[in-house]
């Protein structure tokens, strides 16, 4: 296992509604990405943390937005939910700094339905 | 254009045959470029780096090709445990962003 964790597991919310998940890095590691994966999709990436500042953004409306902490833990905040946002969330740890640094790895995700 | 394409396949191969999974990417800066694996369901593992020099790990063989803008993943002896998706990954010329193409479906059939 990768020692990321995700919580919840799973989530059903209604349209309009907000939602937050949260992840817990890799002992070690001190970035964070978030993805969003759509059924028979690739995982989309919607941004980087990194010393909790946002390092980088997808192509991703403002209303999804993030933080981390200084334990390195981060969280992802999705406001005025749509249906179309209804996915697995996944979080990837890595750790900054040499070539190992882009290698990710992944919590178990968070599958949110939005009715 | 995406930035990164792969064929979806499905790849359906007997086992103890290769087969060859290639992924074109977009962005000549790209840096990095990783294979990963997705069970159903489950959160994607990497596989493995894809380095310059093309790199080996058991039955995985990872190359790229710079100059063509791919990479490409060989899986000799296949295992019915291999059946899954595959991602092919490539970074940002920032390398703080991340692509996946769609993936590539392999079924290892008995």
């Known amino acids: 296992e990768t020692g990321v964790t995700q919580s919840p597991t799973h989530l059903i919310k209604t349209r309009g509604q907000q939602v937050t998940l949260r992840c817990s890095s890799q002992s070690g590691h001190n970035t964070v990405s978030w993805y969003q994966q759509a059924l028979g999709q690739g995982p989309q990436f919607i941004f980087q943390y990194y010393r909790e500042e946002e390092n980088g953004r997808g192509n991703f409306p403002p209303r999804f937005s993030g933080l981390q902490f200084p334990n390195y833990s981060s969280e992802l905040n999705v406001n005025a939910l749509e249906l179309d946002d209804s996915a697995l969330y996944l979080c990837?740890?890595?750790?900054?700094?040499?070539?190992?640094?882009?290698?990710?790895?992944f919590g178990p995700g968070t599958r949110l339905t939005v009715t | 254009r995406k930035e990164v394409e792969q064929d979806p396949g499905p790849f359906n191969v007997p086992e103890g045959a290769t087969v060859a999974f290639n992924c074109t990417y977009s962005?000549?800066?790209?840096?990095?470029f990783f294979w990963y694996r997705q069970d159903c369901r489950k959160e994607p593992k990497l596989l493995m780096s894809?380095?310059?020099s093309g790199n080996e790990d058991g039955r995985f063989t990872a190359q790229l090709n710079r100059a063509s803008q791919y990479i490409s993943l060989l899986i000799r002896d296949s295992k019915l445990s291999d059946s899954a998706t595959y991602l092919c990954v490539v970074n940002s010329a920032s390398g703080n962003q991340f692509y996946f193409g769609t993936g590539t479906s392999l079924t290892v059939i008995p």
């Open positions: 962005n000549s800066a790209s840096q990095s």
């Open positions: 990837a740890s890595s750790l900054a700094g040499g070539r190992a640094s882009y290698e990710q790895y």
């Open positions: 894809v380095y310059s």
